[in-house]
């Protein structure tokens, strides 16, 4: 199983930015799917997940801003940021939880990690 992301950079305060993570060596279809950071300083915090049916869920700290979505078709998982704030600055991870059908907000439930990409926030 491997998870690449892609699309961080640096954006001032009010900016976008849409993140990618492309899955393969598994059905990606078949497990829920979810995004996490990693601020500075701070603990590994949820951002959002995706059931298999699209159904998504939100970190109260991201609700309104930030959207996940994914593309089963071509194996690939977004999430668009918007009005970003400089506390969104951190590492975001995507993630997969195989046999696990609904979204779900819980590392412990997450079994494959991609290395992250690098969003900044000024």
């Known amino acids: 199983v491997q998870l690449v992301e892609s699309g961080g950079g640096s954006v001032q305060a009010g900016g976008s930015l849409r993140l990618s993570c492309a899955a393969s060596g598994y059905r990606y279809a078949s497990h829920c799917m979810g995004w996490f950071r990693q601020g500075p300083g701070k603990e590994r915090e949820a951002v959002a997940s995706?059931?298999?049916?699209?159904?998504?869920t939100y970190a109260d700290s991201v609700k309104g801003r930030f959207t996940i979505s994914k593309d089963s078709a071509k194996n690939t998982l977004f999430l668009q940021m918007n009005r970003l704030k400089p506390e969104d600055t951190a590492m975001y991870y995507c993630?997969?939880?195989?046999?696990?059908?609904?979204?779900?907000?819980?590392?412990?439930?997450?079994?494959?990690w991609g290395q992250g990409t690098q969003v900044t926030v000024s």
């Open positions: 995706i059931s298999t049916d699209g159904k998504p």
């Open positions: 993630a997969a939880a195989l046999g696990m059908r609904w979204a779900t907000l819980l590392s412990a439930d997450y079994h494959y």
